[in-house]
Every structure is written in structure tokens, then in C-alpha cells.
């Protein structure tokens, strides 16, 4: 395998933003996620929980409100007072329309899925009608005297149910007037100076509202009387979200205290019909509040300010008790946030409104197996880049020799060039970029930093060629056929002669750069590409799928090699296919072509295919055996998958040169420290 | 972490729990690093206030400008406009509404805020148009939106919340898993506070001492 000496990085500062809504799709089985900065990502719960697709945020948008409408539309509303829809296809927003109602905190779309219903600060409701291509205002519910914070509508699509705060009024759709205002307790059984803020409305159709507050409650309350039916306290802190199955037999609802609670309607005794609503199960998978959940037909999705997304299938609704019924927990992103000049040894860094870049730090010393080197010298802050303008970064690269920096925002490319004279390195931004590069959802360069290649959102990709001072235009493919199906992800052969691009529903494309046109196109699969690599000399393609397939193409014979058709013969180990982070990023030995070095966020795996590959019954992570081993048990035991998981959890792990690693860790505890407080929680023995 | 290093402080009262008492650090140490914490967050939240107090200074002053300057400006426009109007009535009297309001809403980049800018054309005696500037400002969506999150700050994390804003918990939690997870395995990390019941433990010591002379 060889021996490594290994930069340890810890100094990537990312913090991911906070989660603030989800909104679950049944028909297309995905999650729309939007974040305290505005981002919206969309998770596809049936290719493995992956992060397909994501929107960029923006300073000015605090999304309070996140629906997906009929024929797969996703509309989200927050604080600025806007609606807008996002266009899945495109990967970029349609239009946003100014609702005149000042900040909008909720909205939910029709049972029917054809209007849209937005809760104001100026505590109007209003009623816009879905048309094909827009949203139309059609009209304003009775005004009511606080913001309307929490919107729910009964699956007739009759009423309305609306909490604001210390009241929940009760609309007839057709009038737009308000029929009954029910007011709600400040504290559960006593006095309390707080107003209760209801957090979250649900209607169910038998005409009974749910309510949850920030006291603490869930009420129910019968919306024809309107008088509460029953409370239920359960938590000392606000109780932030609640969502309702399809069946509406059970309910879910978050708490600030980081707690989820499943409510389950049960019969009262075995063999009667009556039914009523028990609270079954705690999930304690957050330490901050949870400010949203979601119900799916068999999982109940949570997510908060402590960033995690949990997915938490429920075992009754499981059908095969198998690995699928596990609980996910999202932390880590999904696509790579760092990238690598090797030459230089410096590491570029992606945040959402910043880039940084730090120089390795190097060490004189040696030692063996296991051991710490002092270091000579210490890792070096060389750039902090601040971006202009309030849009987050979508992308960003650094070319193989340092001298160049790329990144994009939703509506820019810039570029940037890098002189290094003895310590001192300066900046010149590269000023007149192309019209045509409006935003970039991959920005690569090339192996000998003399190309540029974009992926734009609208499909096509450019390659641009790098001059001293300035870019030359060489060409742009036009987008194929097929529709969107993720970001799309880049892959340029060392030798420059070979561009792969993922994304789309007609597989993986390779195209030739030195003849400028399409190569061929790698067979579709349908699991969505998470890595992409083309590795040196022989020009294979290695891809990794969020299944956790790994193939490997050869890209001069348009043919998949013969080491992946005896791997998909094997199959995998049923071990690497219960991984449940994604591989993020794919790399090579330039002397070892048998190597393959990949990672994903809790392990580092160096597959040999000159060794044999592992079935079920062999033992997957053997780490090595001591040395005074027999041989024997070496080659018992010794298989091609090479898989270390000292560092973790990696955001980013890479070659720099034959005999030195760079791991980017993030430990969850950084993470923790710098998110907001959570509530104060009485420990026994602390 | 807080404290670098657990300090092992002989407690008189924790004799009998010797084996099984959680390890004790100074309560002073971690108070004084939670306080340097507040501190730094109030300081930051001061800072915020003092930056967009400055902006809304810097607007009002503007403002009193703008309307200093747009008081001069209509009165010599009214002149000649009722000399104008007066003359035209006499010319056509269709030609009087001539005043025009054009609403153009400008389009800016996908992103930033929307402006409207409302353009009032003016005929003037001379034939020359004057043109009429009124931006509706983003002032007041800016202060809506500014009120909303402010609301939704006090409600989450307002006085009234329990909050920890120390990260004794986090913290503690760390410290006593270090401890469980080490070779040598230890108690869990406890924070004490010894100021408290100085009084009490004063009264409970004196009264020990004249129970033992007693018997």
C-alpha cells in the first residue's frame, strides 16, 4: 500500500447553516430543505439520501416558508416578503414575486395543489391562484390583528386554520372570513407574562385542529365549535413544528429542547372503535431546537439549528427489516467544499461568503507507523476573498500550479490571477468575463492550468483558455438531451485531453477537447453520479454513484474495464453498500496505476485492483495485521479494498504527491461550539 | 474546551465520596471563561446596533437634505406651472392634463432589492419637461424585515428563554466522556460551586464542633 506521511488539517472553519424548513414530495420521493442562509437543497430519498440538487442562498432571503404545489413546483416565502419558485431543471429561481404583506412567515400550498395561501406580519392571509408559468394574486383573507405565523388547510380545502400569536382563527375559504377565533392559554394550567406564539397549525379532515406552541402544548380543538378538546403538555420549551401523515393516524412535532415526539392515534381498548391520540415515542437525535419536521408514508424527517438532517423511518411502516430502516443523520455536505493545488501544497477553501486560502505547513522530521511529527513550519492564512454582493458561492476551484482562483455566484463568474514573489502573494481579478457566463455550477482547471471548464446552469459548458492577463473563448457544448437530474459534476483527464460531465439523465458524457466534440456517453445509471475522476495514462473514468457502485470506464475503448465488470460480477461488499455518506472525491497515485484513492465523510479507502476483491464472508475493514504475523494470515486476510478511518469525519482527503496525504477533518464538536444556544437542560450528575 | 487542565482540589466535604465524586474543577475558572463569552456576544450585538444606528442616522440626515432641497423646488415649479396653466387654458384645454405618471419599475438583477421609481413628467412654460424623481424606499421593507427577525430573535432566544448561553453543558458533557474514554478511566467532570451556602456550611461546621466537644 505504502507508507504516507499525512497533513492533518483542522483549521477549515465550516460551520453548516442552521435548517429552518423541509417540505416532503410523495411523488417524487424528495425533500426540499431550505437553511437559515437561503439555500434550498433537494434530497432524493430514494437514490440513498442524496443531496441531487441545491439552490444557493442569498443575504437578503430568510426563508420562513418552503412548499412543493402540483406538477412538481417548489414555491418558498420568508422575511423579505417575497414568493419564489424555484425551477428544478434550470437550477436557478424562476421569479420572485413581492407578496405586499410585509414579511411572509407561512404558506402552504392547496390541497389540490393549485393556489397558494401566504400568512403575513401585517396579519393579512393571502390567496394566490398557481398558473402555469406564474402565480397570480387573486385575494386577501379578513385581515386579523397579529402576524399570522403557522397556516394550515383542511384537506376539503373548505377551511383554514391560521395561529398567530395568543389566538388560532378558523377561515371559510370561499368568503374569506373568519369564523371562529380560539384563544389559546399563555401557560398550561397557570399564568404567564410570555404571549403564547402558535408555532404550528394542522387540520385534519374529520375538522379537528392541532396546535402546537411556544409553551409547551399540543392542544386539539374542534374547528365547527370551535372550543379545545384536549392539551397535552409536553415540553418545558417551545414546541416549534408539527406535521401530519397522509393516513392523518399519526403526527409528528419538534421541540426546542431537541426532542421529536411521534403521536400515533390508537384505539382506546383492543377490540373498540374508538380512537384517540396518544403520544408514543421521544427521539432525542437533536441537541438544538427542531424547527421543522416533515412525515413521510414511513419516516419522520426532522431538522433544526443544530444543522443535522435526521431521517428516522418508523419500524412499523417498514416493510423488510433491513439496513433502509436505519436512522440517517445528515451532517456533512454532500459535494466537495475544498480544492487542492498539489504543486503548491495550498488548500482552497469554500464558504458561503468567502473563499480562504492557507499554505501547508511542512515538517523536517520523520518518524514510523503512528507517529506525530512536530511541524517546522505552521500552516500559512495567504488569502481571505471576500465576495461582493449578497449571493452565497455556488462553486469554486483552484488551478493544479496555485497561480489561479475561480468562483461563481448566481448571477457571476469571477476569476482571479496569483502571483507569488518570495512570501508575498498578490491578487489581480480578471475583469471582462464573458456574457455568456452568467453562473457556474462546476468551475474546473485543467491539469496544466491552461483551460478553464464551466458548467453553466443552463446545461452547456464552456471552455475558456487561460492567458497571462486575460482569457480566449475556445468553445461551448451545447446542453444534450435528457432532463436535469443533479448538479452536475466535472472530471478533466490529466493529460487534457478528455472532459467528463455528469448530471443528466442520459448518463455520464465525455467529450474530446483537443477535437472538440462529444466522445461518447457512459451508459445511463440510475443512481446519481456523487464522483467523477479520470485517471492518468490508461484514461479511465472512475464513477461513484450514491448507491455506492464504483465503475470504471475506459475512456479510448468506450467500454467499462475489465477489473469493473469482475467487481459488478462480485458485487460490493454488503459493508461498503451500508455506507451512508456519500464518496466525494476520487484521486490517483501518478506512479501506482493499480491505486484508486477515494473518501467519503467517515472513512478513506485505497482500493489495489491488482489484488483480489473481497466477498461477503470476508472481513471488510482489517486494519493491518502486526508484523509478526505469518504470511499465511496476511494473504487470508489482505484484499483489494484498503480502508482506513483514523481521520474522520473528512470533508476532503487528496494526494499531494507520492508520498504524502492531506485529510481535512471537521470534528462534530467544532461544529457544535459556534451554533446558536440551545435551551438549558437539567443533566443528573452534572 | 474551558478549563485546560482539570485541577484536583482536596474538598473537606468530599471524603466519603472519594472513589465515586465527579472530579471537581473551580467554578471561578469556567464563570470567568462564560462571562469573557457573554461578553464577547454582547459586544458584537453592540456593535450591530451601533452600525445600523449610523445608517439610519446617515439616512435621516439625508432625508432632512432631500426635503430641504425639494421645498425649494415646487414652489418656483407651481409658479411657473399656474402661469403655464393659466396660458394654456386660454391654448387648449385638453393639453392640461398634461401631467403624466409614469410608473417605471426598474428591473434589477436577479438578487438584489426591487426599486420603484415613480417619474412625474411636468410641462413647463419653456417646453422643457422636467422630470420628477420619488423613490419608494426600501426603508421601509428593510424595517418591516428588521422588526420580523428581531421578533422571532426575542421569541427564540429573547429574555424569558431558557437559554445557555455558557457551553456548560456541551462542555461538561466533552470533559466527563474524555475522561470515560481514556485508559485510565475516570469520574465524569462536575463544575461546583463553592460560594454557594457559605453561611450554612459556617453554621454546620460550629455546630459539628460543639457536638464532638459535647460528647
Known sequence: MGEFKVHRVRFFNYVPPGIRCVAYNNQSNRLAVSRTDGTVEIYNLSANYFQEKFFPGHESRATEALCWAEGQRLFSAGLNGEILEYDLQALNIKYAMDAFGGPIWSMIASPSGSQLLVGCEDGSVKLFQITPDKIQFERNFDPQKSRVLSLSWHPSGTHIAAGSIDYISVFDVKSGSAIHKMIVDRQYMGVSKRKCIVWGVAFLSDGTVISVDSAGKVQFWDSATGTLVKSHLIANADVQSIAVADQEDSFVVGTAEGTVFHFQLVSVTSNSTEKQWVRTKPFQHHTHDVRTVAHSPTALISGGTDTHLVIRPLMEKVEVKNYDAALRKITFPHRRLISCSRKRQLLLFQFAHHLELWRLGSTAATGKNGDILPLSKNADHLLHLKTKGPENIICSSISPCGSWIAYSTASRVFLYRLNYEHDNISLQRISKMPAFLRSALQILFSEDSTKLFVASNQGSLHIIRLLEGSFKHLHTFQPQSGTVEAMCLLAVSPDGNWLAASGTSAGVHVYNVKHLKLHCTVPAYNFPVTALAIAPNTNNLVIAHSDQQVFEYSIPDKQYTEWSRNVQKQGFHHLWLQRDTPITHISFHPKRPMHILLHDAYMFCIIDKSLPLPNDKTVLYNPLPPTNESDVFRRRTGHAFKISKIYKPLLFMDLLDEGTLVAVERPLDDIIAQLPPPIKKKKFGT | ?215
Request: hydrophobic share 30%; charged share 40%; aromatic share 6%.
Open chain 2, 1 to 215: 474546551g474551558a478549563a485546560a487542565e482539570p485541577l484536583e482540589e482536596d474538598e473537606e466535604g468530599d471524603d466519603e465520596l472519594d472513589d465515586e465524586a465527579p472530579e471537581e474543577l473551580t467554578f471561578a475558572s469556567a464563570q470567568a471563561e462564560a462571562r469573557e463569552e457573554e461578553r464577547r456576544v454582547r459586544e458584537t450585538v453592540l456593535r450591530d446596533k451601533t452600525l445600523l444606528k449610523e445608517k439610519r442616522k446617515r439616512r435621516e440626515e439625508l432625508f432632512i437634505e432631500q426635503k430641504v432641497r425639494g421645498k425649494l423646488l415646487p414652489d418656483t415649479i407651481l409658479a411657473q406651472l399656474t402661469t403655464a396653466s393659466q396660458t394654456d387654458i386660454k391654448k387648449s384645454p385638453g393639453k392640461l392634463k398634461e401631467v403624466n405618471l409614469q410608473k417605471k419599475s426598474e428591473e434589477c438583477e436577479k438578487g438584489s432589492n426591487t426599486k420603484k421609481v415613480k417619474v412625474q413628467k411636468v410641462q413647463s412654460v419653456s417646453q422643457k419637461s422636467y422630470v420628477a424623481l420619488r423613490l419608494k424606499d426600501q426603508d421601509l421593507r428593510d424595517s418591516r424585515q428588521q422588526a420580523a427577525k428581531a421578533f422571532i430573535h426575542d421569541s427564540l432566544y429573547g429574555p424569558g428563554t431558557k437559554r445557555t448561553t455558557d457551553s456548560f453543558l456541551l462542555v461538561n458533557k466533552f470533559l466527563s466522556l474524555d475522561n470515560k474514554r481514556s485508559p485510565v478511566k475516570k469520574a465524569a467532570a462536575q463544575f461546583l460551586n463553592n460560594a454557594w451556602g457559605v453561611q450554612r456550611k459556617q453554621n454546620a461546621k460550629r455546630f459539628k464542633r460543639r457536638w464532638m466537644v459535647r460528647k
